[in-house]
């Protein structure tokens, strides 16, 4: 679903008329419920490393230089893993202290990177990673991440999460702020939501199993 259609789903279920624009509109509440359903995105988002918010950067470092940016990331991005495909291995989460100490402290060791620590970003907002040992060559690094999206503000702009529990906390935070829920309380329009949310978690889930099974140590 695009945001436009997102918000009048809310505005419908708030009844409300429904708008053919957003981003032009000047409808303070207009406005207000596209809010919520950033807000509702979120929520949704941040509640599992969904499938569809997956993807791929690849960094190809080149001799004697160990910061690269990672291209297309935002603040609110997750690593799931590295690995350096060239020579075929996981890379390890460093510390920024144990970083330093390794380039400051000592003369750096250059080789295949085994190590990788976030140092920031560049100047276009993109994480910085650095990584030790110093490269010698080019190596092709791998980093499996979970992106979150910016927040939507195009009408066009498009949902890749599931709908149903991203409009059902809408709607609730919608109902909250009114001080309305059409006879339903605030408390269940929000157990409706966990419910929806829960359900699309499981369904999308079950093609990770091995993410969601625990085994001890």
């Known amino acids: 679903m695009t945001y436009l259609q997102l918000v009048n789903s809310v505005l419908r279920r708030m009844r409300e008329d429904e708008v053919t624009s957003i981003e032009n509109t000047t409808d303070s509440y207009v ?7 950033n807000d509702a995105r979120r929520i949704v988002e941040d509640a599992w490393d969904w499938s569809a918010l997956r993807s791929t950067i690849t960094v190809t470092t080149t001799d004697d230089v160990f910061s690269y940016s990672m291209t297309g990331t935002n603040n609110s991005f997750k690593i799931l893993d590295v690995i350096n495909d060239t020579s075929n291995f996981f890379m ?4 920024s202290s144990w970083m330093n100490n390794a380039y400051l402290v000592q003369e750096p060791v250059k080789g295949s ?6 140092n920031g970003v560049d100047a276009n907002g993109n994480a910085l990673v650095d990584l030790y040992p110093k490269p010698d060559q080019a190596y092709t690094l791998r980093f499996n991440i979970v992106d979150r999206a910016d927040a939507f503000t195009a009408d066009a702009d498009k949902l890749v999460v599931p709908s149903t529990p991203v409009i059902q ?3 609730a935070l919608a109902s909250r702020e009114r001080g309305e829920t059409g006879g ?7 157990a409706l939501a966990d419910t929806t949310l829960a359900d699309a978690v499981a369904f999308d889930a079950a093609r990770f199993p091995s993410e969601t099974v625990w085994t001890p140590c």
Do not use: D, N
């Not at 406005?31 to 359903?37: A, C, I, M, Q, W």
């Not at 339903?184 to 929000?190: I, M, P, R």
């Open 31 to 37: 406005k207000l419920v596209g809010e919520f359903v």
């Open 92 to 95: 390890r989460p460093a510390s």
């Open 113 to 118: 990177p085994e190590y990788y620590s976030w």
């Open 169 to 171: 906390y809408a709607v």
């Open 184 to 190: 339903t309380s605030a408390q269940e329009l929000y």
